[in-house]
């Protein structure tokens, strides 16, 4: 249900797919104008990065952001892993840019942080071993100094979440943990741990809203990856709630 969802809503097919239904109503001629019509404007607005920009400020964190001076209060760097590299739809045994990027981002923190950056990422490929063990084999840095832990089992949010909850309670920590994942995954993940009764605080320079600018009016097909971004954000987010593994209250700041 969910790749059917998925797969129907993608932008801009989803709009194709209106213009060729609308064929079936051509002979109620007002009808189908407009059909024509409203099916346009909205294909035009989500050509325009001022769409993206509008849909993605309910994404923002507003809430516990990383403080300096008060370092010594986390526990751990929490890094959620985004899956494997995929070129022309073939997948690869070596990590996504997105996961790449959250552990540099992590590495930067930890180098003011004497605290552990914890990796999570099971094994979502039959073939390859667990999404953590895969990240952590492709860095091609001295690690010996940073306390890394690997968690090989979560194969979503969820079970990070469930997971990272078990090992502070487990280890006596306190339930402050430094998230560093992107916007359209932040609220879903931190909506989890909050679940779970860990604060997910974030580095407030990683979420900096986007400027408005004469581009911003402009169409660009660009945009249409953003938009599809943002959706699969927010049916993240709503499949989530539907499921009770987040609270509503957790993700509107």
């Known amino acids: 249900m969910k790749e059917f969802i998925l797969f129907f809503t993608e932008v801009p097919f989803f709009f194709i797919y209106i213009y060729f239904l609308s064929f079936f109503f051509f002979k109620r001629k007002n009808f189908f104008k407009k059909i024509i019509l409203i099916n346009s404007f909205f294909l035009l ?3 325009l990065p001022i769409s993206s920009y509008l849909f993605k400020l309910p994404l923002y964190p507003t809430e516990y952001v990383y403080e300096e001076n008060i370092n ?18 073939k997948m690869y045994k070596y990590p996504s840019k997105t996961s790449l990027k959250r552990f540099d981002d992590a590495l930067n923190i930890s180098n003011s942080l004497d605290i552990p950056i ?28 940073k306390k890394i832990v690997l968690e090989k089992k979560s194969l979503n949010s969820y079970e990070t979440g469930k997971t990272v909850s078990n090992y502070l309670n487990n280890n006596n920590y306190i339930n402050n943990i430094i998230l560093v994942t992107d916007l359209y995954h932040y609220k879903r993940m931190s909506g989890v741990l909050k679940k779970n009764d860990v604060n997910a605080f974030f580095i407030k320079n990683f979420f900096i809203i986007d400027r408005i600018n004469k581009k911003s009016f402009i169409p660009n097909k660009k945009n249409f990856s953003q938009i ?23 993700i509107t700041n």
Do not use: M
Request: proline share 1%.
């Open 45 to 47: 607005f989500f050509s």
């Open 72 to 89: 010594k209060n986390y526990s751990i760097i929490l890094v959620p892993t985004a899956g494997f590299k995929t070129v022309d739809g």
């Open 118 to 145: 914890f990796i999570s990422g099971g094994k979502t490929n039959k073939k390859y071993e667990s999404e953590a063990e895969i990240l952590i084999n492709n860095i091609n840095i001295n690690l010996n100094k």
């Open 228 to 250: 599809n971004q943002i959706r699969y954000s927010y049916f993240g987010l709503i499949n989530y709630l539907f499921l009770n593994k987040i609270d509503i209250k957790d």
